[in-house]
């Protein structure tokens, strides 16, 4: 009796073991309530794009999700440890693709996204649209501002009040080549997002016609207090973020 007690404790133990391992490997801790977790790169124009997406946990413990990657069952698994999904974000009218893969496992989630998005994705069910006016269920905990000012793409960008954390997806790019064949860490070196320095990419501030709208944005973003910034393609600015930001943004002046 002592021996069979004995062995599903360790079993237990093991069992907890694996699942703490589990959620290391799948999710990244950035601070308290907040993480991320990378998904499949993709090619964009024939470019390799790695992908990452943020998970914030919400007070109530409703989770919130940053431009989504393709789930697989471990993630889909991880973020169910963490808490309720109940908001699927799409900031701007480029991060959509992944988005009605977790409505169809997460039914319940509230889709926010850009305005183009309503018109490029009808199928999709949207609870709000992000825009200069948007009021969104998880303020105060998440602030946003609409960076205004690309022809192509303006994009939602978002604080998170508690942490200091400015969440980004296309704006700032910081990509590791190490793995890429010459052509693409060169290609990647010219338009100005091969790391570890990163910056804007080329072709969107020349998307930028509209400079006094992007200036006055990127004055309502430094009135945010962040230590640290997160973003969708590479690696992550982990301190002095605001420094970073002012030098990346440069040639908006």
Same mark, same amino acid.
């Given at each position: 009796?002592?021996?069979?007690?004995?062995?599903?404790?360790?079993?237990?133990?093991?069992?907890?073991?694996?699942?703490? &391992?589990?959620?290391?490997?799948? *999710?990244?801790?950035? @601070?308290?309530?907040? #993480?991320?977790?990378?998904? /499949?790169? %993709?090619? $964009?124009?024939?470019?390799?794009?790695?992908?990452?997406?943020?998970?914030?946990?919400?007070?109530?413990?409703?989770?919130?999700?940053?431009?989504?990657?393709?789930?697989?069952?471990?993630?889909?698994?991880?973020?169910?440890?963490?808490?309720?999904?109940?908001?699927?974000?799409?900031?701007?009218?480029?991060?959509?693709?992944?988005?009605?893969?977790?409505?169809?496992?997460?039914?319940?989630?509230?889709?926010?996204?850009?305005?183009?998005?309503?018109?490029?994705?009808?199928? &999709?069910?949207?609870?709000?649209? *992000?825009?200069?006016? @948007?009021?969104?269920? #998880?303020?105060?905990?998440? /602030?946003? %501002?609409? $960076?205004?000012?690309?022809?192509?793409?303006?994009?939602?960008?978002?604080?998170?009040?508690?942490?200091?954390?400015?969440?980004?997806?296309?704006?700032?790019?910081?990509?590791?080549?190490?793995?890429?064949?010459?052509?693409?860490?060169?290609?990647?070196?010219?338009?100005?997002?091969?790391?570890?320095?990163?910056?804007?990419?080329?072709?969107?501030?020349?998307?930028?016609?509209?400079?006094?709208?992007?200036?006055?944005?990127?004055?309502?973003?430094?009135?945010?207090?962040?230590?640290?910034?997160?973003?969708?393609?590479?690696?992550?600015i982990e301190g002095n973020g605001?420094?970073?930001?002012?030098?990346?943004?440069?040639?908006?002046?």
């Amino acid at each position: 009796m002592c021996a069979c007690l004995f062995a599903c404790l360790l079993v237990k133990r093991n069992l907890i073991l694996i699942g703490k &391992l589990f959620l290391l490997v799948m *999710l990244h801790t950035v @601070a308290p309530d907040i #993480w991320t977790m990378d998904g /499949e790169s %993709i090619r $964009f124009f024939g470019i390799p794009f790695p992908l990452r997406m943020t998970i914030v946990r919400l007070p109530d413990q409703r989770l919130w999700l940053h431009s989504p990657v393709r789930p697989s069952k471990e993630q889909l698994a991880a973020l169910q440890v963490l808490g309720s999904t109940a908001f699927l974000v799409a900031p701007n009218a480029f991060h959509h693709l992944y988005i009605g893969h977790w409505q169809e496992h997460f039914p319940e989630a509230q889709i926010w996204g850009v305005s183009k998005l309503k018109q490029k994705r009808p199928e &999709l069910h949207f609870s709000g649209i *992000l825009d200069e006016t @948007a009021e969104t269920p #998880w303020q105060p905990h998440i /602030e946003q %501002i609409y $960076f205004r000012g690309s022809a192509i793409l303006p994009e939602m960008m978002f604080w998170h009040r508690s942490t200091k954390t400015l969440i980004l997806t296309d704006y700032i790019q910081n990509h590791d080549t190490g793995n890429d064949g010459w052509f693409w860490r060169r290609l990647k070196r010219i338009i100005g997002v091969e790391g570890p320095q990163g910056g804007v990419p080329l072709d969107l501030r020349l998307s930028v016609w509209h400079r006094r709208a992007a200036r006055d944005s990127l004055q309502q973003l430094m009135q945010w207090d962040f230590e640290r910034i997160i973003i969708a393609h590479g690696n992550c600015i982990e301190g002095n973020g605001r420094e970073y930001l002012q030098k990346a943004f440069e040639w908006l002046q």
